[in-house]
C-alpha cells in the first residue's frame, strides 16, 4: 500500500498525471491530490473552480484504480509551500507532479515550483513531463 501525493494546478495537468499513474496505482493504495491557490486579491472565483475541475479529474480517471482524497487549500501560501505541507499531513509515501520544459529566463521571472519540490521534498518524487497545454 502506498501513499501518492498528487500536486496539479490545472486540469490538463490532472489527465496527463492520471494517465501516467494508472498503470502505477493498486487497488490498496491511496491518491491525495491536492490544489494550492494563493487567495486573496490574486484568486477568484474562476480560478476556485478551475482548482475544483482540476481535482475532479484525478479522482474521476483514478477512483477506480485506489483510493482518492482531493484536497484544494486557498491559505495565502505559494504553492510549494502548500505541496511540501501536505506531505507530513497526509504521510505521503510519494510525491507526484508535472514539469514543464521553461527557457532559463522564464525560470528566473517566475521561479519554479517544480524546482523548489526537486530541492525539498522529503519523499521520493515522480516528476512526469507534461505536454504544452493551450490555455
Do not use: C
Not at 480560478?47 to 481535482?55: K, M, T, Y
Not at 504553492?79 to 529566463?105: C, N
Amino acid at each position: 500500500m502506498v501513499s501518492l501525493l498528487v500536486a496539479t494546478n490545472h486540469v490538463d495537468t490532472s489527465a496527463q498525471l492520471a494517465d501516467y499513474l494508472g498503470a502505477h496505482v493498486g487497488p490498496d493504495d491511496t491518491v491525495v491530490g491536492v490544489n494550492s491557490l494563493q487567495g486573496g486579491d490574486v484568486t477568484d472565483a474562476a480560478a476556485v473552480r478551475d482548482g475544483e475541475d482540476a481535482l475532479t479529474v484525478l479522482d474521476a480517471r483514478l477512483g477506480l484504480a485506489g483510493t482518492v482524497e482531493t484536497h484544494q487549500f486557498i491559505r495565502g501560501n505559494d504553492p510549494a509551500t502548500d505541496v511540501l505541507a501536505a506531505i507530513d499531513t497526509f504521510d505521503a509515501d510519494e510525491l507526484v507532479f508535472g514539469i514543464r520544459k521553461r527557457s532559463p529566463t522564464g525560470k528566473i521571472l517566475f521561479g519554479s515550483v517544480a524546482q523548489r519540490l526537486l530541492l525539498e521534498a522529503p519523499v521520493p518524487m515522480r516528476a512526469v513531463p507534461l505536454t504544452p497545454r493551450e490555455d
